[in-house]
Nanobody, 128 residues
Framework: QLQLVESGGGLVQPGGSLRLSCAGS????????IAWFRQAPGKEREGISC????????IYADSVKGRFTISKDNAKNTVYLNMNSLKPEETGVYYC?????????????????????WGKGTLVTVSS
């Protein structure tokens, strides 16, 4: 069973930076993608970035383009989210989630839909 654990959240001032980590264990395939989501208080969860394990292809929500960078370390089974120029409205719980496949017909491009594996989240607070 794939397990994901987020870390790196905390309190940061507006305009500051944080790096989140999503460490995975129990991978049964080398074909997967991992996405980051955030849920602000009182708002719906939104997908903000995703990276594919093999191709390294990435996608970003418009709201974070140019400020956030997603990367991966396959040897450590860890995906990172570097967040710069953080804004107070980006306060919330940040989750990582994964989809993986073994059979070719289950292959998918990076997306934010129907991801079966989730971490428990890490809280990011952007405040002065």
């Amino acid at each position: 069973q794939l397990q994901l654990v987020e870390s790196g959240g905390g309190l940061v001032q507006p305009g500051g930076s944080l790096r989140l980590s999503c460490a995975g264990s129990g991978f049964t395939s080398e074909s997967y993608f991992i996405a980051w989501f955030r849920q602000a208080p009182g708002k719906e969860r939104e997908g903000i970035s995703c990276i594919s394990s093999r191709s390294g292809r990435t996608i970003y929500a418009d709201s974070v383009k140019g400020r956030f960078t997603i990367s991966k370390d396959n040897a450590k089974n860890t995906v990172y989210l570097n967040m710069n120029s953080l804004k107070p409205e980006e306060t919330g719980v940040y989750y990582c989630a994964a989809y993986l496949w073994s059979a070719w017909y289950r292959a998918r491009d990076c997306s934010y839909d129907d991801l079966p594996y989730w971490g428990k989240g890490t809280l990011v607070t952007v405040s002065s």
